[in-house]
């Protein structure tokens, strides 16, 4: 399947599964998740987090920017609805998003702060 192929509502939803937070929205145009935040500096940090991986994708979402929230939504225009880019970047989003070193495995300790949760 090319990229820019639009997936069927099926597709879309079978793919949601391993996607927790994100849900089909717009009329089933795009994918959409919000992100809650400590405050302003992890929004930000978010964001800048987000972009650096649309831009170096060249797939590029609309977010919705507040203090302690960050809204992320994916559609391919030119698709006219949601493609397999969508769905990988939404996978990376959220693997960054809420990455944390693991306990008991991982030489970093972590941020003892909230953070960026669901």
């Not at 990229?3 to 994100?22: F, Q, V």
Request: aromatic letters at 6%; proline letters at 5%; zero cysteines.
């Amino acid at each position: 399947m090319k990229p820019s192929t639009k997936l069927s509502p099926a597709e879309i939803t079978d793919r949601l599964k391993g996607l927790p937070g994100w849900r089909l929205d717009d009329g089933g145009v795009a994918i959409v998740r919000e992100y809650q935040t400590d405050g302003w500096p992890t929004t930000l940090m978010l964001v800048n987090a987000i972009g650096f991986f649309a831009e170096a994708a060249d797939h590029h979402p609309d977010l919705a920017v507040s203090w302690g929230k960050v809204q992320v939504k994916l559609s391919t225009h030119s698709a006219g609805g949601v493609t397999a880019s969508d769905m990988e970047l939404a996978a990376l989003i959220e693997q960054t998003a809420l990455w944390r070193p693991q306990a008991g495995t991982s030489a970093l300790r972590g941020t003892s702060k909230k953070f960026v949760g669901s």
